[in-house]
T-cell receptor, first 113, second 110 residues
């Protein structure tokens, strides 16, 4: 089954404690991206990756890092989380072509105390 | 960058009625406009999309229209059913980035 898998689905952490949210897709997609969803703000792009070792900033990259060492994986790293990073995070991948469909994971709800 | 505005933020309709959600965008370079449905506790799922060289597209009870001149596009759901209740997002794709609207919470009242 084609899917995008995120882990963990839920996480409560404290300010400053580094964490990683993993994302894996099994569709051999080249494009992957991360979004955060906040009430009243919709989905905002954090980072995206066009291929292995190619990453670029989206609209809200501050406080986040990503890496793309393998095609299937695109982890989101919060080196020093702060309360304003409390949010619902989605990973997505996209098929071939500039206007391919985005496939989303189930989301990771992060709370930073 | 691109700015996508979506209205209304909430919408309640009686079962069987139609629902319309409208979005505007700012960047004339945007060329792909998908609509996503998000059910509670799940990730958004594509329900219909339209490319900039097409004015209208229909898939059963769902249709999307695009007016490039006015830079707006709309989602139309006819004969609404309770299972249509969800949050709907419009988006505009420019190059490698997707810009989303703020969402519309649709409630279909049985």
């Amino acid at each position: 089954e084609a899917q995008v898998t995120q882990n963990p689905r839920y996480l409560i952490t404290v300010t400053g404690k580094k964490l990683t949210v993993t994302c894996s897709q099994n569709m051999n997609h080249e494009y992957m991206s991360w979004y955060r969803q906040d009430p009243g703000l919709g989905l905002r792009q954090i980072y995206y990756s066009m291929n292995v070792e190619v990453t670029d900033k989206g609209d809200v990259p501050e406080g986040y890092k990503v890496s793309r060492k393998e095609k299937r994986n695109f982890p989101l790293i919060l080196e020093s989380p702060s309360p304003n990073q409390t949010s619902l995070y989605f990973c997505a991948s996209r098929g071939a072509g500039p206007t391919g469909e985005l496939f989303f994971g189930e989301g990771s709800r992060l709370t930073v105390l | 960058g691109e700015n996508v505005e979506q209205h209304p933020s909430t919408l309640s309709v009686q079962e069987g009625d139609s629902a319309v959600i409208k979005c505007t965008y700012s960047d004339s370079a945007s060329n792909y406009f998908p609509w996503y449905k998000q059910e509670l506790g799940k990730g958004p799922q594509l329900i219909i999309d339209i490319r900039s060289n097409v004015g209208e597209k229909k898939d059963q009870r769902i249709a999307v229209t695009l007016n490039k001149t006015a830079k707006h596009f709309s989602l139309h759901i006819t004969e609404t059913q309770p299972e249509d209740s969800a949050v709907y997002f419009c988006a505009a794709n420019t190059g490698n980035q997707f810009y989303f609207g703020t969402g519309t919470s649709l409630t279909v009242i049985p």
